[in-house]
């Protein structure tokens, strides 16, 4: 049985989530920050056949979807189709979860896209570029980040939407840090779904002109360190086996095999 969840499943969708806490960050993080009761979110759960435990959830952040079960064994056509009443959506989380769902969702295996998911659970400033200024964005500069991001051919079409990210980051739920060289930003990071115990690293970007000056890792290193310092594990994802070195350098290690249907 599948129903939609609020605050008074609080305590049973933490036990559902947190043995593997840190790959369901963005359900956490999302619930922790956002609440239930918010336009930008919404989450199901899945019972077993007596309706006494929770076995499996889907929250929606905006039009984004992640799906979790503890086993292989859950209700992927009932969380297909509650995915399906959406015009646009993507889909994120674990395999053994989301392979479940392209049986009943048209042509979601070609949009596949395989990632590996790591925490850093150490770093340091060592090797940092040091003749560069680290900047934190406030709500005036969220404006020319996502335009310079827009720059990012690597990123595709990536949608930011600038209130959201804006509200974020005056929440705390996410930090932005960045660049700036000859009066315009080159190079930025930031935290995603930022919670009690994780955070994770995203639009991490450099402009193609300043490349090889090590800004995106001097921006990571200062980030997972502050991060660290307040008691948050820093998570990525990442494809690239050449980022993927870079990342493993800076102090990630690999965790798990993640999927994005984009």
Request: with cysteine; proline share 2%; aromatic share 10%.
């Amino acid at each position: 049985m599948i129903k939609k969840l609020t605050a008074a499943n609080e305590q049973e969708l933490n036990e559902l989530l947190k043995p593997e806490a840190i790959l369901n960050l963005f359900i956490l993080g999302d619930i922790e920050n956002f609440g239930y009761d918010n336009d930008i979110i919404d989450i199901w759960g899945e019972y077993n056949e007596d309706s006494s435990e929770l076995i499996a959830c889907l929250l929606r952040f905006e039009r984004n979807f992640l799906p979790y079960s503890k086993t292989e064994h859950f209700d992927a056509q009932g969380f297909a189709n509650i995915i399906k009443e959406y015009e646009q959506y993507n889909i994120s989380g674990i395999p053994r979860v989301t392979k479940l769902l392209e049986d009943f969702i048209p042509d979601l295996k070609e949009k596949r896209h395989e990632s590996f998911f790591c925490k850093c659970n150490n770093a340091s400033m060592m090797n940092a570029n040091r003749e560069v200024i680290i900047r934190s964005a406030k709500a005036d500069d969220v404006s020319e980040i996502i335009e310079m991001r827009a720059e990012i051919t690597e990123f595709g079409e990536r949608e930011e939407n600038e209130d959201l990210v804006i509200r974020q980051l005056e929440q705390g739920s996410k930090r932005i840090y960045y660049i700036e060289q000859d009066n315009q930003v080159v190079s930025v990071v930031e935290s995603s779904a930022e919670n009690s115990f994780s955070a994770m690293i995203t639009g991490v970007a450099t402009l193609a002109n300043y490349r090889g000056n090590g800004f995106a890792t001097t921006l990571m290193k200062r980030i997972c360190c502050d991060l660290l310092a307040e008691g948050k594990t820093p998570c990525l994802f990442y494809d690239n086996p050449v980022a993927g070195k870079i990342y493993h350098k800076i102090g990630f290690l690999d965790v798990s095999d993640f999927a994005l249907y984009r």
